[in-house]
């Protein structure tokens, strides 16, 4: 069945960084455009960004363009969102997202403090 497990959350100070991945598995990875979303205490989902589904384009929310950059490694069936110059209003559980299959992972925590 489809799957996807992210990793790579945790604890940083702010101006850190932090390498998410996620991995797929269950459909034709490689055929399918990845987006990232994130959601914090008490706020609704929202998007972080997206890659299409060879690499060749990506799209980031204004929040986080110049800090955030999605990639993708086909042959892995992998999505990394690398998240640098952190700030505490980035904190959230962060997740994956299959378009062709409409399928989310668990998320990952990532909490942004001193």
């Known amino acids: 069945q489809v799957q996807l497990v992210e990793s790579g959350g945790g604890l940083v100070q702010p101006g850190g960084s932090l390498r998410l991945s996620c991995a797929a598995s269950?459909?034709?990875?490689?055929?399918?455009?990845m987006y990232w979303y994130r959601q914090a205490p008490g706020k609704e989902r929202e998007l972080v960004g997206g890659?299409?589904?060879?690499?060749?384009?990506?799209n980031y929310a204004d929040s986080v363009k110049g800090r955030f950059s999605i990639s993708r490694d086909n042959a892995k069936k992998t999505v990394y969102l690398q998240m640098n110059s952190l700030k505490p209003e980035d904190t959230a559980v962060y997740y994956c997202?299959?378009?062709?299959?409409?399928?989310w992972g668990q998320g990952t925590q990532v909490t942004v403090s001193s």
């Open positions: 890659i299409s589904s060879f690499g060749g384009s990506t």
């Open positions: 269950g459909f034709t990875f490689s055929n399918c455009a």
């Open positions: 997202f299959a378009a062709r299959v409409g399928s």
